[in-house]
């Protein structure tokens, strides 16, 4: 069953200089409960197309579907309110500063009219999900990078989503870490059965959890397919300047296949 589904989507801007087409004529969908992973170089136009499928970002062209709804036909009650089915955790974990991670974690719920009392033992459960209930009265500037990731995790939950949307969520985090956030958001779709769409440059995170995996690049999708099958035998030029890279990554490295396939 699809959960999403975008047809023909395209997105510019207007630079100085020229008209730069982040996203073009870009369809895929994504079946319920999927992990579906969108790599490519930078500007390739990922972050345009994470933020075009809750129109974050309002496309130029074409349709998002989430549950058989066009979000482009919506107006701006409806959007809101498909928008909190939408959860997204960034790169740069977006935390507000002067609020407890308890608070942070029980934004989303007092936005919904939650009693505060209520939205306080929701956020203490999510915590505990994330495994920072020990963390609570903490602040943001008190935590790691992977704690915050973890927080902004927590929080997007809180919505109680049927979608989450990561944007390069581990990009600023060091392997180990990574590693971590990924198990985390595996678990995470399997006991909620939450669709995860996960946007990043980094090919072996789309290796870790993606069942399926769309390459861009050019703001086009260059390539589709099964993660395995599309990593083991590119077909495009992009798929396979990502495969070099990702082989130069290993070296550098000095691990084996084997090895980089068991987290080591």
Known sequence: MEVIKVEHLAKSFDTAEQKVHAVRDIS????????????????????????????????DAGAVYVDGKNLMELNKNELMLARREISMIFQNYNLLMQRSVLDNVGF?????????????????????????????????AQLSGGQKQRVAIARALAA????????????????????????????????????????????????EICNRVAVLDGGKIAEMGNTKEVFDNPKTLAAKRLLINRQSEK???GLDDEEVSNGI
Not at 114 to 119: G, I, L, P, T, Y
Not at 166 to 187: H, M
Not at 188 to 195: D, H, P
């Open 160 to 207: 109680k989503p049927k979608i989450i949307l990561c944007d390069e969520a581990t990009s600023a985090l060091d392997p180990e870490t990574t590693d971590t956030i990924l198990n985390l958001l595996s678990r995470i779709n399997k006991e909620y059965g939450i669709t995860i769409i996960l946007i990043t440059h980094e090919m072996r995170v789309v290796e």
């Open 108 to 140: 989303p719920l007092e936005i919904a009219g939650v009693s505060k009392s209520e939205a306080r033992k929701q956020a203490l459960h999510y915590l505990e999900t994330v495994g920072l209930k020990e963390k609570a009265n903490a602040f943001p």
């Open 251 to 253: 070296a550098l490295m």
């Open 28 to 59: 895929f969908s994504v079946e319920k409960g999927e992990i579906f992973g969108v790599i490519g170089l930078s500007g390739a136009g990922k972050s345009t197309l994470v933020r075009c499928l809750n129109l974050l970002e309002r496309p």
